[in-house]
């Protein structure tokens, strides 16, 4: 299967914002806006939920709570008791620092895996061919003509329209 892209590159992120919401408000199919850095507005602009993603590091973080609570309240008073000086064997107040650090580690962990799984992006993959200049300071829009209802030509004047410094039409076969 092969779809038709548009891709549009900007110097300036107003412009990218700009035909973003342009191409929203006229039902135009955005596949991905590219910035060298985050864009405020653009999530709004593009109709873009917000993430579950701490949704997420809560339920790590949670896990790791428990996780470091219960080994420790297991091997201290459970497994292996020592009785030391009179103490009770299960003092949580004892417990809090490991249970403290356990959650960071597994929100964190938990946290960068979504990311990484959610967004497609592992070590080592290479930058999709035609955006090498989105690191240097150029934007791109990347529009996707799923109909025949806007034509290539309108596709451009739209670039142009929001000042693009230039388009390209691609055709991306997907597997």
């Known amino acids: 299967m092969t779809r038709h892209l548009h891709i549009g590159y900007f110097d300036d992120e107003r412009r990218l914002l700009g035909a973003a919401r342009e191409c929203r408000d006229r039902g135009i199919p955005v ?80 946290t960068a895996g979504a990311l990484l799984l959610r967004s497609r992006i592992w070590p080592g993959r290479g930058v999709r061919r035609g955006f090498e200049t989105t690191t240097d300071g150029t934007h791109a829009l990347v529009l996707e003509e799923r109909d025949a209802s806007f034509e290539s030509r309108e596709f451009r004047e739209l670039f142009l329209r929001h000042g693009a410094t230039r388009s390209v039409e691609r055709a991306e076969v997907i597997a």
């Open 31 to 110: 596949v991905d806006a590219i910035s060298p850095f985050p864009v405020h507005g653009i999530d709004e602009a593009l109709g873009i939920r917000p993430s579950r993603l701490p949704w997420v590091t809560l339920v790590g973080g949670t896990a790791g709570a428990v996780l470091g609570l219960l080994l420790q309240y297991w091997t201290a008073g459970v497994n292996w008791p020592l009785n030391v000086g009179g103490k009770p064997l299960d003092s949580f107040p004892a417990f809090v620092p490991v249970a403290f650090e356990l959650t960071i580690l597994f929100a964190g962990l938990s």
